[in-house]
């Protein structure tokens, strides 16, 4: 099964009208573009999970800006991590189109670190877990 067959598929269990329509412009030779947005910035606390956090008001000014862009046009399906701040970028992105939530897009999980206050001491512990984190190819 081919990457695409296998997104469909994945998409087809969740959304069918949507895969239904992406089969159909893959089988009649439609381009397909994967255009990748990090979520906006967020409202840092300390006291919840970062997968919890929300964008903060800089955050949804620059997503507002984002979603103006000509680039989006042609986007005919948004898949986002299901954590709020990307939730909500995804939102303002795709604009009343579908919404996709992917469990598998989701942020690096150091809730077992705790909280890390210097800016150096959390890339040092971002880049060691890269380091140690071992990735297993399909």
């Not at 000509?70 to 399906?77: D, F, K, M, N, P």
Request: charged share 20%; with cysteine.
């Amino acid at each position: 099964m081919t990457w695409v067959e296998e997104n469909i598929a994945f998409i087809r269990r969740r959304h069918p009208g949507i895969a239904d329509d992406l089969a159909c412009q893959a089988a009649e030779g439609f381009a397909a573009s994967l255009i990748l947005v990090r979520h906006a910035h967020v409202a840092v606390d300390p006291t919840i999970p970062s997968q919890e956090w929300r964008l903060s008001a800089e955050g949804e000014a620059a997503t507002a800006v984002l979603a103006a862009d000509s680039a989006l046009v042609g986007v005919a399906v948004v898949a986002s991590s299901p954590e709020h701040k990307a939730m909500q970028t995804a939102e303002v992105l795709a604009a009343g189109r579908p919404i996709v939530p992917v469990p598998g897009l989701c942020e690096l999980d150091r809730s077992a670190l705790g909280w890390v206050e210097n800016g150096a001491d959390y890339e040092a512990m971002v880049e060691e877990i890269f380091i140690s984190t071992r990735l297993v190819d399909g």
